[in-house]
C-alpha cells in the first residue's frame, strides 16, 4: 500500500498545482480488482483538463512511475490516466457533474490527502 499513497499523493499534488477542483481520493481497494484508488478531479475547460493530465504524467514520470494506459485525447472532456493501482479521472465541470463517479462508487472510502501521509 506504500506505493499506492505515494502514487496518489503525487497525482494529488500534481492536480492541485493546476488548481484542479474537487479533488478527490476513494479507496476501491475493498470493492473492486481493477484498481486500489481513484483520483477525481475536474478543470474548468479543455485547455485546463489537459494541463492537469500533462501535470500528473510528469509528475508522475519524474518519479518513476509511467502510465499504463490513457483513455481519452487532447480535445477531450474525460482523460483517464490509468497507472496499475491508481486510475486518475480528469474531467471538465460538466461531465464530471453527469458521470458523477463518486456516486456510482459510494462503496469505496472517501480518503484525505493528509492520511495518506501516515502510509508512505
Known amino acids: 500500500m506504500k506505493e499506492q499513497a505515494k502514487m496518489v499523493q503525487i497525482a494529488y499534488n500534481a492536480l492541485d498545482e493546476k488548481k484542479g ?3 478527490k481520493i476513494i479507496d476501491i481497494s475493498g470493492v473492486s480488482v481493477i484498481a486500489d484508488y481513484f483520483v477525481i478531479a475536474n478543470g474548468n475547460n479543455i485547455s485546463q483538463v489537459q494541463a492537469l493530465v500533462d501535470n500528473v504524467e510528469e509528475k508522475m514520470f519524474e518519479a518513476g512511475f509511467e502510465v ?3 483513455e481519452g485525447n487532447k ?5 483517464l490516466m ?3 493501482d491508481v486510475v ?12 458523477d463517479l463518486e456516486r456510482i462508487w459510494t462503496d469505496g472510502k472517501i480518503v484525505d490527502v493528509e492520511t495518506l501521509r501516515t502510509y508512505v
Open 82 to 84: 490509468d497507472f496499475g
Open 75 to 79: 480535445s477531450s472532456t474525460w482523460v
Open 68 to 70: 499504463k494506459r490513457i
Open 88 to 99: 486518475i479521472h480528469v474531467f471538465d465541470s460538466e461531465d464530471r457533474l453527469f458521470y
Open 21 to 23: 477542483e474537487d479533488i
